[in-house]
Structures are given as structure tokens and as C-alpha cells.
T-cell receptor
């Protein structure tokens, strides 16, 4: 049973526009969330995180929003750039220093 | 600084053969994870170690899979015998005190 779900396997966005990647979770006890970015033939790399005590965390062009009542978080990228084309994974702590990962959303930014 | 180093990067093997994937974590990290990436399930945790001790292997799909960490700088994931359904990308990752996980570049396994 997936604890962290990314229901959109892919997303295409025009360069300069906003990209919104979504993630739903089932466990209200998760106390923070992570987003990872993965380029082809590379391992995932940490992108941004958010604590459950916040509803927003911003880092440059990347902002993560958390809606605890809906058990939903989203990653906004604005403006989107072709170099942002990658697979994005959301993750939540599973206890014992391990993480649940979603299935990923493949973002394509069209020049 | 060297990141997590995995070998081989690519492996093609015949069904029934033994496969050994290797990992060198980031120096000083005390957690090591083995993940498998598939289209259907995304990144699945197979097993993880803390200070070289296996903590949770509940994600290991079956007895054909085994993992060892003989010392702080080396781990192996072994599949014996391999099957076509084992074809996937296998990632090793490490972290310090359970903080941000750093992934290797992955080992692409194809079992024919």
C-alpha cells in the first residue's frame, strides 16, 4: 500500500510557465517531507524539504506547499526552465530513518 | 568529495545467473540503503543498515535477494538466481544520522 502517492506520471510545461507537481500521503503523523529530482542515468538528488509545522517553504524558483488537512503537498517551479526536465519524487519519513517514496512525476519543460 | 559509488553501472545477465551489485557509501555516513526503482512502484526500499548492521530487510522481495555490509565502506546486494522480473535500476544511498539521503548513480540490471 503506497503511503506516498504521485498520481501524475508525467507533466509537460512551456518554458517560463509554472510547473506544479502534486503528492498525496496517507499518514497524518509524517512530520516532514522531501522532494528529490532525478535526471536520466543519475541517482535522485535532494531538492527541497518542508516541515509539517509549516505550510510553505521557498528556495529560489522552487516552492513546496503543504496542506495537512488534505494530506497533500505540491512543488511549484516558476519560471520553469528546460533544465528542470527530470523525474521528481516526493518522500516522507517511514520511521527508523528510512523514507517512503512516491512513484515519481516526469516533468518535461518545452523550450 | 566523492559521493556514493556503485558498480557495475550496467549489468546484463542471463536468467539463473548470480548478480552482485556493489556500493561504497559516503565516508562517515552511518546509514546505508538499497533501493530498487521500477515504473510501477517507484523507489522501493529493499534493506537498510545502520553502522553496518541490517535494520530492516522487509522490503527484500524474496530469499533470492541478500545484502551484506562487512564494513563501513562497502556493501553488496546479491541476487541468486536472477530472474527477468528483477530487471530494474538498483540504487544505493547513504545518510548521516538519518538526515538527507544521498544516492549513487544506480546499477542498471537487465536479466534476459
Amino acid at each position: 500500500d503506497q503511503q506516498v502517492k504521485q498520481n501524475s506520471p508525467s507533466l509537460s510545461v512551456q518554458e517560463g510557465r509554472i510547473s506544479i507537481l502534486n503528492c498525496d500521503y496517507t499518514n497524518s503523523m509524517f512530520d516532514y517531507f522531501l522532494w528529490y529530482k532525478k535526471y536520466p542515468a543519475e541517482g535522485p538528488t535532494f531538492l527541497i524539504s518542508i516541515s509539517s509545522i509549516k505550510d510553505k517553504n521557498e528556495d529560489g524558483r522552487f516552492t513546496v506547499f503543504l496542506n495537512k488537512s488534505a494530506k497533500h503537498l505540491s512543488l511549484h517551479i516558476v519560471p520553469s526552465q528546460p533544465g528542470d526536465s527530470a523525474v521528481y519524487f516526493c518522500a516522507a519519513p517511514a520511521g527508523g530513518n528510512q523514507f517512503y517514496f512516491g512513484t515519481g512525476t516526469s516533468l518535461t519543460v518545452i523550450p | 568529495d566523492a559521493g556514493v559509488i556503485q558498480s557495475p553501472r550496467h549489468e546484463v545477465t542471463e536468467m539463473g545467473q548470480e548478480v552482485t551489485l556493489r556500493c561504497k557509501p559516503i565516508s562517515g555516513h552511518d546509514y546505508l540503503f538499497w533501493y530498487r526503482q521500477t515504473m510501477m512502484r517507484g523507489l522501493e526500499l529493499l534493506i537498510y543498515f545502520n553502522n553496518n548492521v541490517p535494520i530492516d530487510d522487509s522490503g527484500m522481495p524474496e530469499d533470492r535477494f541478500s545484502a551484506k555490509m562487512p564494513n563501513a565502506s562497502f556493501s553488496t546486494l546479491k541476487i541468486q538466481p536472477s530472474e527477468p522480473r528483477d530487471s530494474a535500476v538498483y540504487f544505493c544511498a547513504s545518510s548521516l544520522a538519518g538526515n538527507t539521503i544521498y544516492f549513487g548513480e544506480g546499477s542498471w540490471l537487465t536479466v534476459v
